[in-house]
């Protein structure tokens, strides 16, 4: 029986990248870590470069693409991603890895693994954020969104797995030493989820399939992995202990949905 399974090389504004595995493919979620650092980062996880079959792009800040275009290039792989992002990634770059250009509402696939976009608010070109799904099972995954919108409950609605992004506690944002609207960007409705805002989320999907929920993203100035897992925790009325918490350096080891 074919099974999704998901692990992350590292989650925070210094880099993020996750890896998806489905029977016989692997690709990469975003490569914001240098070729030679994702390279380790895969070792950890016994995995080397030869063995993605992609890589698919979210939007094009460079703690989600730093690496992306280095490392598809020397390892032949296809990039794939929106228009807008493609537009504002390639900027300044002489040559590019083969890309594919994907339309934001359309399902596409990559070997045994179904790819669904969907947009997010965020201050980017055209970003969007995925769900991956196997025919059995969904991972979902939703980080750099700066609020929640009808059709992100839609396409998130019943997953097996979830990557969820509190990336600040609001609290602690407030009282940072962040100039005033660096904050506003980041509270802003393009900006990114607050502890509050993952756990109402929560509350509006069917989640009695989960299996796995991460936090995911968490800034370090910001928010502190304890109260991400208290926040979530509330939403499902289950353990603090249950809540996995995804690290800027170590990420998270192999999960698997069953």
């Known amino acids: 029986m074919q099974m999704i399974r998901f692990a992350s090389l590292g989650s925070g504004s210094r880099g993020n990248a996750l890896l998806v595995e489905a029977g016989k493919t692997k690709v990469l979620l975003d490569c914001g870590f240098s070729a030679r650092m994702t390279t380790a980062r895969l070792a950890r996880l016994g995995t080397v470069p030869d063995d993605l079959a992609a890589i698919v792009v979210t939007h094009e800040h460079a703690d989600h693409v730093a690496g ?77 969104s700066g609020s929640i919108t009808p059709h992100i409950v839609e396409v998130l609605g019943a997953c097996d797995g979830l990557v969820l992004e509190c990336n600040h506690d609001h609290a602690l944002l407030a009282a940072s030493r962040y100039p005033v609207r660096l904050k506003q960007r980041i509270a802003g409705r393009f900006g990114h989820l607050e502890n509050g805002q993952a756990a109402a989320f929560l509350r509006q999907v069917d989640t009695r399939r989960l299996q796995h929920l991460v936090a995911a993203h968490l800034s370090q100035e910001n928010n502190r992995p304890e109260l991400a897992a208290r926040a979530l925790a509330s939403a499902l009325g289950c353990s603090e202990d249950w809540i996995a918490v995804a690290d800027q350096d170590a990420g998270f080891d192999w999960r698997q949905l069953r």
């Open 68 to 144: 992306v275009f280095a490392l598809a290039r020397h390892y032949q792989l296809t990039v794939y991603l929106t228009h807008g992002t493609y537009a504002a990634a390639s900027q300044g770059r002489a040559t590019l890895p083969a890309c594919r250009l994907i339309n934001g509402h359309t399902c596409f696939a990559i070997g045994g693994l179904e790819v669904w976009p969907f947009p997010v608010p965020h201050d980017a070109r055209e970003p969007v954020q995925y769900a991956f799904r196997d025919g059995q099972h969904c991972l979902g995954v939703l980080t750099d």
